[in-house]
């Protein structure tokens, strides 16, 4: 048997949570009457809570006090979390579940590498979390993405080196973190965005099988090449 690592992003890979930021900061900045726009989340992704505040109040022209400023900031991770506490398994993406199944069938160990620090506390919502052999998130690394970090401690974490890897992602930061790791960079979502990764999919639906098959015995220059 071929053994390959599976190296899964979550947000926007396994599951989309991207929409509860959207709600949770929404609130926040109607709040304080400033308008929020699902055009300005997108601003906001991949950014740090803190400088995603100061966009908002910049957005707004409004000035709080550092008081206010840190009670806002608390206030949003709050609404965040009572939006995730209401998920469940059928939030997670199409595609998703039959990729697990054939990778656990396989006996193919299998690593969540994700910069959410609710990763586990979301997997046990969507019940995934006895589908990872090694969860590597927030909580493990000081390093974001694009350094590879990440991957290279849930490489490690399953006993896989970083050159027989595959990642799962769909930003742009961490398909340049897989590559600066030699691993095989799968990106899910946009082609013309994700124009780094090894070879693209616009979903899990697209993943046949035979994709998968073909995965555990090739390199990453040679699936480069096909």
Same mark, same amino acid.
């Given at each position: 048997?071929?053994?390959?690592?599976?190296?899964?992003?979550?947000?926007?890979?396994? *599951?989309?949570?991207?929409?509860?930021?959207? +709600?949770? =900061?929404?609130? &926040?900045?109607?709040?304080?009457?400033?308008?929020?726009? %699902? /055009?300005?989340?997108?601003?906001?992704?991949?950014?740090?809570?803190?400088?995603?505040?100061?966009?908002?109040?910049? =957005? @707004?022209?409004?000035? &709080?006090?550092?008081?206010?400023?840190?009670?806002?900031?608390?206030?949003?991770? %709050?609404?965040?979390?009572?939006?995730? !506490?209401?998920?469940?398994?059928?939030?997670?993406?199409? @595609?998703?579940?039959?990729? +697990?199944?054939?990778?656990?069938? #396989?006996?193919?160990?299998?690593?969540?590498?994700?910069?959410?620090?609710?990763?586990?506390?979301? &997997?046990?919502?969507? /019940? +995934?979390?006895? /589908?990872? #052999? !090694?969860?590597?998130?927030?909580?493990?690394?000081?390093? !974001?993405?694009?350094?590879?970090?990440?991957?290279?401690?849930?490489?490690?974490?399953?006993?896989?080196?970083? $050159?027989?890897?595959?990642?799962?992602?769909?930003?742009?930061?961490?398909?340049?973190?897989?590559?600066?790791?030699?691993?095989?960079?799968?990106?899910?979502?946009?082609?013309?965005?994700?124009? %780094?990764?090894?070879?693209?999919?616009?979903?899990?639906?697209?993943?046949?099988?035979?994709?998968?098959?073909? +995965?555990?015995? *090739?390199?990453?220059? $040679? &699936?480069?090449?096909?």
């Amino acid at each position: 048997m071929n053994r390959k690592g599976f190296i899964f992003d979550l947000d926007g890979v396994i *599951v989309d949570t991207a929409k509860y930021h959207f +709600l949770a =900061w929404k609130k &926040l900045a109607n709040s304080i009457g400033i308008d929020f726009t %699902e /055009h300005q989340n997108e601003q906001l992704k991949g950014v740090s809570r803190i400088e995603s505040l100061k966009k908002i109040l910049n =957005w @707004g022209n409004v000035t &709080l006090s550092e008081t206010d400023f840190n009670r806002l900031m608390a206030e949003k991770n %709050e609404n965040y979390l009572s939006y995730i !506490a209401k998920m469940d398994d059928s939030e997670i993406l199409p @595609g998703v579940m039959k990729t +697990l199944e054939f990778l656990i069938k #396989d006996k193919q160990p299998i690593a969540l590498g994700s910069a959410s620090k609710n990763s586990i506390e979301i &997997l046990n919502k969507v /019940h +995934l979390f006895k /589908h990872f #052999d !090694a969860i590597i998130d927030g909580n493990s690394v000081t390093k !974001a993405k694009p350094d590879p970090e990440v991957f290279l401690k849930a490489a490690a974490a399953i006993n896989c080196s970083p $050159e027989t890897c595959i990642v799962f992602e769909d930003s742009v930061a961490g398909i340049q973190a897989a590559n600066k790791a030699n691993m095989i960079s799968i990106g899910i979502g946009n082609q013309t965005i994700l124009n %780094e990764a090894d070879i693209i999919f616009k979903d899990f639906t697209e993943i046949s099988t035979d994709f998968l098959q073909n +995965l555990l015995s *090739v390199t990453k220059s $040679e &699936l480069k090449k096909k």
